[in-house]
């Protein structure tokens, strides 16, 4: 995102360019990751009167973006249907190669050595304990063809196999009236979801792709796979995950991007 320009000083302090800043909220708002409720119908003065910000300044802009992406994720948690699910799709339709997506080169990829992996479960569960990947193996398996939404505007559409996610919270006693769901993966990344995403009936921790073992590409040994959210926000490479009531933020999150992040 640009950010907003100034024009130059003039009596009685510096004025924003507005169309600038138009402009920076039209792009926040047509992004897929930012859809509003009802944005059609709101003008610049009626989204900084449903904030509550001003626009004097540059800081005041921020303030403006932000709150309107935080409206944003209100707007989305509220609309969702934790039953409602998503298209699948046949395998015949299946995207090949399935595109691979990080914020790093694919020669940058984690190795992560799956004999002596551990998965570290922590937070509001009476099961807190390290998980082994036989022992994760030998989960319930599901499987599903879905489409992956990226927040750069392309699609593509994979096969995944693993367990349904909100069977697994049940079974590590997880506290699912808590807020979020938080991970931290084997390289920088980390994330965050809303209970009741993580309880959704397509919400799946995935072992495999298309039939084989995960691959390091897409997120060995374990991936979150939400077809109910952006790309950015199914996490890779798993090596922890904790249950709280603490907002636990996001690696693009916390650069600004909506942290529901609905596709």
Not at 11 to 22: A, F, M, Q, T
Not at 89 to 99: C, D
Not at 199 to 209: A, D, R, S, V
Request: hydrophobic fraction near 35%.
């Amino acid at each position: 995102m640009n950010k907003p320009t100034e024009r130059p000083a003039q009596p009685g302090g510096p004025k924003l360019d507005r169309e600038s800043i138009l402009i920076d909220a039209r792009r926040e708002l047509a992004m897929p990751s930012r859809r509003l409720f009802g944005k059609q119908l709101l003008t610049l003065g009626g989204l900084s009167m449903l904030t509550g910000c001003s626009l004097t300044d540059n800081d005041s802009v921020n303030r403006f973006l932000t709150a309107v992406s935080r409206l944003n994720d209100r707007a989305q948690a509220a609309l969702f249907d934790p039953t409602r699910l998503a298209p699948t799709y046949t395998e015949a339709q299946l995207t090949r190669p399935f595109p691979f997506n990080a914020y790093y080169g694919i020669d940058e990829v984690p190795v992560v050595d799956g004999s002596d992996y551990k998965l570290k479960v922590s937070g509001l569960v009476t099961g807190q304990r390290i998980w082994t990947l036989p022992e994760l193996y030998a989960l319930p398996h599901a499987e599903q063809i879905t489409r992956h939404i990226c927040v750069e505007g392309w699609s593509a559409i994979g096969r995944w196999g693993g367990t349904p996610f909100g069977d697994f919270l049940q079974r590590i006693g997880a506290d699912t009236s808590a807020k979020y769901v938080g991970f931290k993966c084997a390289d920088d990344y980390y994330e965050s979801i809303d209970m009741p995403t993580a309880l959704h009936p397509q919400t799946l921790l995935t072992f495999t792709y298309d039939g084989e073992r995960l691959p390091a590409k897409y997120g060995y040994p374990m991936k979150l796979r939400m077809p109910t959210k952006l790309g950015y926000k199914n996490p890779k490479h798993i090596v922890e995950m904790f249950v709280t009531n603490t907002y636990p933020g996001g690696y693009w999150v916390d650069q600004g991007y909506n942290w529901f992040g609905g596709s």
